[in-house]
């Protein structure tokens, strides 16, 4: 079912990894996304891991997940022929978002201007790894040099081992969201102005926006943080940001503080006391005025403190597991959560009684998907995802035909010249 | 078109700390008219958060919440007096927008939810966001965006390998992904609106939007039982991959970042590193991933004693994604970022000329731009109470007497 918040309206999405999710989130919000792949599919049906460990071209996840919902043409743009067929539905189009390295539209004469010239109303999305203008504007970037560029894979990982990313690809969605929310921002003026734009997105700059606080530190404090593992370490003092329990980890920052930093620190002082593992002073304790290593240096005090404390929630969660924790944690409002693996996820009671997950038929693997849902609840145009991923050029046929009008002798004309 | 490209649209802003403010910035940073409604009782808790201008507390000088609250004003209340309510409703016919971030049931208990709202303005678009939505059993869970990314599955994916513990990414991570989509909602609904004449009210479970970002991993978890977990900086796709020790600068460890795909950009490799010998075990893609180990030994030779700026030259130069992996004082003077005009340096008017980040993305005909620091607490108070309310100066000062408004 097609959301009709931005139905109507189309774009044009040559992007690989680094834009997959904003055409993904067009989609769902009703937007007919074509998904414009080179005669030998996009390279995101090419990133592991694959569904069933099957290494082909319909299976990669990353693929599924966010081509979701696309329709998909073949199309050579080393191809004169191909070409032309990009400006016909240039012109047929509102968005067109890109990832290509910064000069190659331009060289294969399909750069901003040419298609602003067929079509003023475009906006044109570029998505790259190091802006349009500095030393590294032809730079290359996989996520991990991104993760580094940015900043936070400086902040991540165990002092004396190597600096960490996540295990999962997550630049290119950052990224392509920001081409998401620049593409709607530009498309509220063009809608009365008749003047579409270019919007170039800087991947490396999307990176350091996830430092939160952290990119002022040294300017402001002097100082800066550095990776320390489970620990969270400021103004000289560290605190475990993770324990283990029973069947895995639980993360929880032990500071007071006004409001709801003093309701979890009583909150999990009177369970402690319930399981017998509180000491006497922490019964007594002004939580309101306790938050040493985050807003002020500690004392002698304060790290006897932080030590007693972690020792005992330590004791504590070693018994529970992740899920009585957690439930003890929202009964007394503690604030926690349990490291969740995707299969703690699958089963999360909150998101079940939102109904967030929905099945998604895939014929063409003989089988149905579940897959994440609506990003948000629409009172009135309900968005989520419009279908599943498409095979490679299925719909040549519908696109080239009934939306641009080529004749089937003509297709296969340019099915046997290689155009798509 | 105007200057900027979401000029006229007006935004009431109750929400606070993280994904609510990020959000309203994007579109304050376009030209919309983003008033925050702030609590002066219970101000912004990334007003009390550091850093601070010369590491000095002040609720007007975190730099923490300067850079999510950037080209907005504020009005400072109680919302905990019936007055105040009453003149924020007053506001409300003006707003095409409100926005709010607290725990679903605060805006009811005042009557601010939108039912109550849009007796005011029926085409009113309305966004709530909260950790995990308005409705179900944890409707009311108080969390934040560090647990949020513990909660998503985020947590789990960092780590050196399944033995050993997680260890989380740097701040709230969630709420760096979640206000993109938001911004994405507000957007298209604003456009919806001016098509159709129809307001919504949109609530944004922060878990449902960030789990987009593990969308891969839920997705096999469901079809295949698989549960995808940490694997340090290994990867199936590029070998090698990681990050490798440089020679050190100025006493401190320096290190990069690098991921090679194919033959091609091997060769490229091993050109910028002077063409060390061959070895039969890293001849062909299959053989690199299936040696990992030995290869990751040989390439951290090869690094160890260069220097990571020239080497990130000299890799990129030959067609391989390379880069030092950057600390916070690095990104300042990193030459991709100075000129991609991002940082901003802004004068405020009690914390002096500050670094905000700037905007992640360049428009060539309305470029948004931070139009102005953060603003002090209530620092629009009359200009709203008495230009936009009408107020007299004489009930200004007695809602201030009674403290109404601050």
Not at chain 1, 88 to 101: C, G, M, N, P, T
Not at chain 2, 358 to 363: A, F, T, Y
Request: charged share 20%; aromatic share 8%; hydrophobic share 40%.
């Amino acid at each position: 079912m097609a959301s009709e918040l931005l139905k109507g309206f189309r774009m044009l999405d040559l992007s690989d990894e680094k834009g997959a999710l904003c055409g993904k989130i067009f989609a769902d919000m009703g937007a007919d996304v074509i998904k414009i792949e080179p005669p030998a599919g996009c390279s995101t049906r090419l990133i592991p891991p694959f569904l069933d460990a099957a290494a082909d071209s319909d299976r990669s996840l990353y693929f599924l997940a966010y081509q979701a919902g696309k329709r998909s043409v073949t199309l050579n743009l080393e191809a004169a022929d191909g070409r032309a067929l990009l400006e016909r539905l240039a012109a047929k189009s509102d968005f067109i978002v890109e990832s290509f390295r910064i000069g190659y539209m331009d060289s294969i004469g399909l750069g901003y201007e040419r298609l602003t010239a067929i079509n003023p109303r475009l906006i044109h999305a570029s998505i790259t790894p190091f802006g349009d203008k500095g030393p590294g504007k032809h730079y290359k970037a996989c996520d991990i040099v991104s993760w580094a560029s940015g900043g936070p894979m400086f902040l991540m990982g165990e002092e004396g081992r190597p600096p960490l990313e996540m295990s999962q690809p997550q630049a290119g969605l950052h990224a392509g969201g920001e081409a998401a929310v620049a593409s709607l921002i530009a498309h509220y003026p063009r809608q009365t102005s008749g003047r579409g734009q270019h919007i170039v997105v800087d991947m490396q700059a999307c990176m350091v926006w996830t430092l939160m606080n952290e990119q002022a530190m040294p300017i402001l404090h002097g100082d800066y943080i550095r990776r320390s593992g489970v620990d969270y370490v400021a103004t000289g003092t560290r605190r475990r940001l993770i324990f283990a329990c029973k069947d895995g980890y639980i993360s929880t920052l032990l500071a007071g503080g006004m409001g709801v930093g003093t309701i979890s620190m009583k909150g999990l002082i009177g369970w402690m006391a319930e399981k017998g593992v509180a000491a006497d002073w922490m019964l007594e304790k002004d939580w309101a005025t306790w938050t040493p290593g985050i807003f002020m240096k500690s004392t002698d005090t304060d790290y006897e403190e932080i030590a007693d404390l972690e020792d005992r929630v330590t004791r504590l969660f070693a018994t529970l597991t992740k899920r009585e924790i957690y439930e003890q944690g929202r009964l007394r409002r503690i604030l926690l959560a349990p490291v969740a693996t995707a299969a703690d996820i699958g089963a999360d009671e909150q998101l079940k009684a939102r109904e967030y997950f929905v099945p998604i038929v895939h014929e063409n693997l003989g089988r149905t998907l579940t897959m994440p849902g609506a990003f948000a609840k629409f009172s009135v145009t309900p968005v989520g995802p419009a279908g599943r991923a498409p095979q490679l050029g299925e719909h040549n046929r519908e696109v080239y035909g009934d939306l641009l009008g080529i004749e089937p002798a003509r297709l296969a004309e340019l099915r046997a010249s290689g155009a798509i | 078109m105007g200057r900027f490209a979401l000029e006229g649209i007006k935004v009431l802003d109750f929400s606070w700390v993280g994904v609510g403010p990020i959000t309203t910035k994007y579109l304050a940073d376009n030209g919309a008219e983003v008033i925050r409604i702030e609590s002066a009782a219970r101000p912004d808790v990334l007003r009390l958060a550091p850093p601070w201008k010369d590491a000095r507390p002040g609720i007007n000088t975190s730099q923490f919440f300067a850079s999510f609250n950037t080209s907005k004003k504020s009005i400072a209340l109680d919302l905990s007096k019936p007055r105040a309510r009453e003149l924020v409703l007053r506001l409300v016919p003006w707003a095409d927008v409100v926005t709010e971030s607290f725990t679903p049931k605060a805006l009811r208990n005042w009557n601010l939810d939108y039912d109550n709202l849009i007796v005011h303005k029926p085409e009113l678009i309305m966004l709530s966001t909260c950790m995990q939505g308005q409705t179900g059993p944890n409707a009311l869970y108080p969390g934040y965006g560090n647990l949020m990314a513990a909660l998503c599955g985020f947590y789990h994916i960092a780590g050196y390998g399944p033995e050993g513990a997680p260890c989380p990414p740097y701040g709230a991570y969630t709420d760096f992904i979640a206000p993109r989509l938001a911004a994405c909602a507000l957007l298209a609904a604003l456009d919806y609106k001016r098509r159709t004449g129809r307001g919504q009210y949109i609530d944004m479970s922060q878990y449902e939007a960030a789990l987009h970002n593990l969308a891969p991993a839920i997705v096999d978890y469901f079809a295949t039982g698989r549960v995808l977990g940490p694997q340090g900086n290994r990867s199936e796709r590029y070998a090698p991959h990681g990050a490798y020790r440089c020679a050190d600068e100025d006493g401190q460890e320096r290190w990069i970042a690098l991921g090679v795909a194919d033959d091609a950009e091997w060769g490229g490799m091993l050109a910028a590193l002077g063409d060390p010998p061959a070895d039969a075990r890293f001849a062909s893609a299959a053989a690199r991933h299936a040696n990992r180990a030995a290869l990751d030994a040989f390439v951290a030779g090869l690094m160890r004693n260069r220097e990571a700026g020239e080497l990130t030259v000299a890799l990129q130069g030959n067609g391989v994604a390379a880069y030092p992996v950057q600390n916070c004082v690095d990104i300042h003077h990193d030459a991709n970022l100075e000129q991609f005009d991002f940082w901003h340096w802004l004068d405020h008017s009690e914390m002096g000329p500050t670094p905000y980040e700037g905007l992640q993305h360049r428009m060539s005909a309305t470029p948004g731009e931070l139009r102005s620091p953060a603003p002090l607490l209530g620092q629009h108070n009359d200009e709203i109470f008495s230009g936009m309310l009408g107020l007299s100066p004489g009930e200004i000062e007695q809602l201030k007497q009674d403290r109404v408004i601050f």
